[in-house]
């Protein structure tokens, strides 16, 4: 016969002994309808004994709310993690915008967090310290630095590259465990480094020299300066030092350096195929212009000294290339010097309806010139292309404004009349007799103008019909209003101004007049006076 404790399954705890309610009467034990589910923390249900009593209810409920605080707590440091996280990210971006960014090197050295202005003593430094130490077989040493051996650095451009490195998302930028070696923005020039080793280990005697080009200013024209066989340095060591200087500069190197016996390098062939086309280059104008009312031509001079010849003995060839930085350079500072416009206002003189005479001073924009480098850039293009080319700068545009200006006196010269009324305010108050220009090539010209410049007295020449040569000295009281045309004392030609005969008596131009009256408007018919000159040229006289 099973007994009590058998058939309820009760087990002794870990005394020995068995609880005591596993000795009581059935009826008196738990039923199934008193027990209550648990979540345990394994994600099981446990079925566990109701309560007893509120302590013992108490007592199961703690290690719950142990649970969720627990629960709680650790989804709370999750979150600071990630808005730490995020915060840092963003922090990184904003920090590094201007900056090299982590896992950049330069010469071999981390340049993380570096500015545009510490980037480019960088890079100075590094240049400098980019000696490469070359010797040769007897002894001969010489340390050449990159510029000794052609290299052409660009500082500017480096630096961008290094704040450009690593491009892409900003997490691909900031990854510090993503790196990116940035080389020097370069260009090398066989032809130099091979000219500098042959000038510092050969005599000029032995060596064997490449054909080239070179300009010659009073010619105005690239000539090919012929080369010769001899002794030549076996340069390709040489080179790739440059080479891996440039990749990686700022660590001295050593190279050993031998030599050949050669032919011409560079064939004259080669090289006067590279002084046509650099000649090519000059014959091709570039004019450049502000979008207004200025332009000039490069000068030839110019586009010559940025033309460099590129050669690579090595594969006996010569090409012409352009001298980028220089370009910019001449741009930047000669742009503005011929194409800037300081603002004019134009100031027209009108009459009292406000009716516009003539205009004064003519208005014109004030124009400045910006982004040099953009038209350095098209100005590299056009040679390249080996086309003539019109330009236009980019340049900000102030447009002129107008002012209006009532003159207080008016001259109407009526060659009909041979006569000069001045007017005052519209009120006439002298008229003078007057001798025009000859008729023929010499009339005076019809139209409405202004005095612009005066003389007490001038020395007049010019040019008689049969070609010879006029000088009337000293003559007084010379006010002019177009262009040679103007009034002045005429005491040569008093008949002509007596009997108004500007066939047969006038001048080249000008309006001859008695001493008295030139003076008078001279005193008293200040520049800016209109001139209105009427009438139809008479055939003889009119007086």
């Given at each position: 016969m099973t007994s009590a404790t058998e058939s309820h399954g009760f087990m002794p705890d870990q005394t020995g002994k068995i609880p005591a309610y596993q000795n009581a009467p059935v009826d008196e034990l738990p039923s199934l309808g008193d027990r209550?589910?648990?979540?345990?923390?394994?994600?099981?249900?446990?079925?566990?004994?109701?309560?007893?009593?509120?302590?013992?209810?108490?007592?199961?409920?703690?290690?719950?709310?142990?649970?969720?605080?627990?629960?709680?707590?650790?989804?709370?440091?999750?979150?600071?993690?990630?808005?730490?996280?995020?915060?840092?990210?963003?922090?990184?971006?904003?920090?590094?915008?201007?900056?090299?960014?982590?896992?950049?090197?330069?010469?071999?050295?981390?340049?993380?967090?570096?500015?545009?202005?510490?980037?480019?003593?960088?890079?100075?430094?590094?240049?400098?310290?980019?000696?490469?130490?070359?010797?040769?077989?007897?002894?001969?040493?010489?340390?050449?630095?990159?510029?000794?051996?052609?290299?052409?650095?660009?500082?500017?451009?480096?630096?961008?590259?290094?704040?450009?490195?690593?491009?892409?998302?900003?997490?691909?930028?900031?990854?510090?465990?993503?790196?990116?070696?940035?080389?020097?923005?370069?260009?090398?020039?066989?032809?130099?480094?091979?000219?500098?080793?042959?000038?510092?280990?050969i005599a000029e005697s032995d060596r064997a020299v490449p054909s080239t080009i070179a300009f010659d200013g009073n010619a105005g024209q690239f000539n090919v300066m012929q080369g010769k066989n001899g002794k030549a340095p076996v340069a390709a060591p040489v080179n790739k030092a440059v080479d891996a200087m440039i990749a990686a500069p700022g660590q001295p190197t050593a190279v050993a350096v031998t030599y050949s016996d050669v032919n011409m390098p560079i064939p004259v062939a080669n090289a006067q195929q590279a002084a046509d086309q650099a000649n090519q280059r000059l014959a091709n104008t570039i004019t450049i212009n502000n979008g207004n009312a200025k332009s000039f031509d490069i000068p030839a001079t110019a586009v010559a000294s940025w033309i460099k010849p590129t050669g690579d003995p090595a594969a006996?060839?010569?090409?012409?290339?352009?001298?980028?930085?220089?370009?910019?350079?001449?741009?930047?500072?000669?742009?503005?010097?011929?194409?800037?416009?300081?603002?004019?206002?134009?100031?027209?003189?009108?009459?009292?309806?406000?009716?516009?005479?003539?205009?004064?001073?003519?208005?014109?924009?004030?124009?400045?010139?910006?982004?040099?480098?953009?038209?350095?850039?098209?100005?590299?293009?056009?040679?390249?292309?080996?086309?003539?080319?019109?330009?236009?700068?980019?340049?900000?545009?102030?447009?002129?404004?107008?002012?209006?200006?009532?003159?207080?006196?008016?001259?109407?010269?009526?060659?009909?009349?041979?006569?000069?009324?001045?007017?005052?305010?519209?009120?006439?108050?002298?008229?003078?007799?007057?001798?025009?220009?000859?008729?023929?090539?010499?009339?005076?010209?019809?139209?409405?103008?202004?005095?612009?410049?005066?003389?007490?007295?001038?020395?007049?020449?010019g040019l008689n019909d049969d070609g010879s040569h006029y000088l009337s000295p000293g003559v007084k009281w010379v006010s002019y209003f177009n262009g040679g045309e103007g009034f002045h004392t005429a005491d040569w030609n008093y008949g002509g101004i007596a009997s108004g005969n500007p066939s047969n008596n006038g001048s080249h131009g000008c309006v001859n007049m008695y001493e008295q009256d030139a003076q008078w408007i001279y005193d008293n018919c200040p520049e800016g006076t209109v001139v209105q000159v009427v009438g139809a040229q008479p055939s003889g006289a009119v007086r």
């Open positions: 209550t589910d648990v979540f345990s923390p394994l994600g099981e249900w446990d079925a566990q004994p109701a309560p007893a009593s509120a302590a013992a209810g108490a007592a199961l409920a703690a290690p719950r709310r142990r649970g969720r605080v627990a629960l709680i707590v650790a989804l709370s440091v999750l979150a600071a993690l990630v808005v730490l996280a995020l915060g840092s990210f963003f922090g990184a971006r904003w920090y590094f915008q201007d900056k090299a960014v982590p896992g950049v090197t330069f010469g071999g050295q981390s340049v993380m967090g570096k500015t545009a202005a510490e980037l480019k003593n960088t890079v100075d430094a590094a240049i400098a310290q980019s000696v490469i130490t070359v010797n040769d077989d007897s002894g001969k040493k010489a340390k050449a630095s990159l510029g000794d051996l052609g290299v052409q650095v660009d500082v500017n451009a480096t630096v961008s590259n290094i704040l450009d490195a690593k491009s892409g998302s900003d997490f691909t930028r900031l990854n510090p465990f993503s790196h990116q070696s940035v080389a020097l923005a370069a260009k090398s020039d066989k032809l130099a480094a091979s000219a500098y080793l042959t000038k510092t280990f006996g060839t010569i090409a012409v290339s352009y001298d980028k930085a220089a370009i910019s350079a001449y741009m930047a500072k000669e742009l503005p010097a011929q194409l800037n416009q300081e603002k004019v206002t134009q100031e027209d003189i009108v009459n009292d309806a406000g009716v516009v005479l003539t205009t004064k001073t003519p208005g014109v924009d004030g124009v400045a010139v910006k982004n040099t480098d953009a038209v350095a850039q098209q100005v590299v293009q056009a040679l390249d292309a080996g086309k003539p080319a019109t330009l236009q700068a980019e340049a900000d545009v102030t447009k002129y404004d107008t002012k209006q200006v009532k003159p207080e006196y008016r001259i109407v010269v009526d060659k009909t009349s041979q006569t000069a009324t001045v007017y005052h305010n519209d009120t006439p108050v002298k008229t003078f007799l007057v001798c025009t220009g000859r008729s023929g090539n010499h009339e005076t010209d019809s139209g409405t103008f202004f005095v612009y410049l005066k003389y007490a007295s001038q020395d007049m020449r």
